[in-house]
């Protein structure tokens, strides 16, 4: 099965003569039509809970893009939601927590993380999988056990999570607990996400820059890495190959790949590592600054060019994003974008 898929090759760190291309947040707000379908609901959470529909976004940039792969429709707050904290999407203000975690009371008194609790994303990877053509791979996915913890203890979205930060600070051990129960649930989660049909896992740790390079490594990849390890150990996810994404951490390369993930996924900033080290250790992704995307064609080609003849000898690249397409990106740009990075 998906043998012919050059993103699983370029995952298995195969040298390819054309990059393997999809890009984070293909489907969303920068498309007319999701638009469409977005409108019939209220609430974000509410229209992830459709499994018919999120086949229908999650299809919608493969079709209008032919790109390499495809990912579930859903969120990473799912999680929390399930782990009854009450998550809703408001409307220029991002996701809100009803019962955000404000002490250890409740880190302890959360209830018990029940898998099936969310078989409404089973159900759409189901769906998405019987509706993709046999070579094109779905990515699964879940967010860090610390990036999960930083939105929990926040309440809500935010620039610095200062307290989030603070919480930390006076309360490590409560922390830990939290994130032990995360990772537990994102391991269930993601292993039932891959016996309904996820080929890949990406791992999106967006709060990563948040944590001083000790704190990254105790709060973050500890458990990322613990969470890795679960997978690989599994019968049924131990083939699966693991993104890890990591929003611009204060650490070096070495450290990424000590989490155990198959793919490091670059943020746009993320520059100069030592890529030589990663060589035949780990495959590569990104890394176009999704700002780029609102110049004009000459500057998207030059800088897409810097990046595809800097992993033109990287055995194992897949072309991405830095970050997320943002809802002002046009998709005339992501088509052109696209084509360019095939004709190189
Ligand atoms: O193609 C895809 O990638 C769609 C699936 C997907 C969504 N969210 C849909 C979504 C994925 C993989 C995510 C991951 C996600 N969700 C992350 C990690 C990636 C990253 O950006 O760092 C994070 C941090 C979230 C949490 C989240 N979800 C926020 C903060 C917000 C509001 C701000 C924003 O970017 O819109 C969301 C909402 C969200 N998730 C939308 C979509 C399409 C927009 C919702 C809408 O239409 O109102």
Redesign the pocket.
Known sequence: MNSDSSFLKALNKESLPTPPIWY??????YMPE?QNV?KKFKN?LDMCKEPDICCEL?LQ?INAFELDAA???????TIPDSFGLGVE?I?NE??VFKNPISNSTDIKNLNHFDPESLDYVYKAVNNIKSSLPDEIPLIG?C?SPW?LAAYSIEGR?SKDFEKTLGFLESNQKDVHDLLTKYTDACFLYLRKQVQSGADVIQI?D?WANLLTKEDLIEFSFNYINSLISALKLDPVTKNIPVIIFA?NPKCNIEELINTSADCISLFWSMNDLNFEVAKNKVAIQGNLDPKILLESDETIKRETYKILERFKEYPGYIFNLG??ITPDISPDKIKYLTNIVREY
């Open positions: 984070m947040r293909q489907a969303g707000r999701y977005r974000f999650a940039p990912i579930l429709f859903s969120d990473i707050l999407f409307e991002g996701p996915f967010g990036t979205s999106f967006s929003r970050h997320g």
